[in-house]
């Protein structure tokens, strides 16, 4: 299972008409978030298989892909990060999560980001210090800062909701999109499990966040409250 191996059995699903499309979809331009990225053309469905059909690649093959210039073969090997963390012992999942962090540099784009961060990033951190997100999130690159907020989704999802109100109120002032996106899909999951917590934290900041974070974070509100939250109407 060498990295070659996994490549070639991966790059029988590209497409050049699809990588065409994917490097719009994820903004490759100059001056986009994804500025330089390349696609195979490669579809996540296949993506996945090829994780079943390689899950028990080497973790140094694995690294291979993961600092490719293809960001499919970054996808894949995130994937099969996951997967073996899930499935290893405290070791394993020690040496993943660390691996993770070392090469984070090549977690750069929304979809690594969401896809890897709730599933290593925060379950290894549940039960211990929380520190590294209240460092990430003051960074200045905005996959560091995704990383933290995603990682809360792991903690959401056990109703610990200390964390992800601490680091929204913390990028209501991000001056990135993507990042008014993520701060309100883990806010609107705060209020799947506890519509009262996400409603207080709301009352405190709505007036003053992002309108796209507004948004995402009522989106399941019965429609005339979602009007009376963006019509600055709450009292």
Do not use: C
């Not at 394993?92 to 660390?98: H, L, Q, T």
């Not at 750069?108 to 590294?132: E, H, K, T």
């Not at 966040?209 to 009292?235: D, G, V």
Request: proline share 3%; no cysteine; hydrophobic share 40%.
């Amino acid at each position: 299972m060498t990295e070659q191996k996994i490549k070639k059995y991966l790059r029988q699903f590209a497409s050049k008409e699809k990588a065409k499309l994917l490097q719009g979809f994820f903004k490759t331009g100059p001056g986009q978030y994804g500025e330089g990225d390349i696609f195979l053309g490669v579809m996540v469905p296949n993506i996945r298989l090829t994780v079943k059909e390689f899950a028990d690649a080497p973790l140094p093959e694995v690294l291979k892909l993961l600092r490719s210039h293809y960001h499919e073969e970054r996808l894949l090997a995130l994937l099969l990060l996951v997967r073996k963390f899930e499935k290893g012992d405290e070791v394993v999942r020690k040496r993943i999560y660390a691996l993770y962090l070392k090469n984070r540099s090549y977690i750069n784009n929304w979809d690594l980001v969401d896809l890897s961060a709730p599933r290593i990033v925060g379950p290894y951190l549940d039960g211990g210090s929380r520190s590294l997100l209240y460092r990430f999130v003051k960074s200045k690159n905005l996959w560091e800062r995704r990383i933290a907020i995603l990682a809360t989704a792991h903690f959401i999802r056990q109703s610990d909701f200390v964390d992800v109100l601490a680091l929204a109120e913390a990028l209501l002032d991000d001056d990135q999109d993507l990042m008014h996106k993520a701060v309100g899909w883990m806010l609107r999951e705060v209020g799947k499990k506890d519509v009262a917590v996400l409603e207080g934290f709301l009352r405190k900041h709505y007036d003053r966040m992002p309108r796209t974070a507004l948004r995402y974070s009522i989106e399941r509100f019965p429609e005339a409250k979602r009007q009376k939250y963006l019509r600055n109407e709450i009292k």
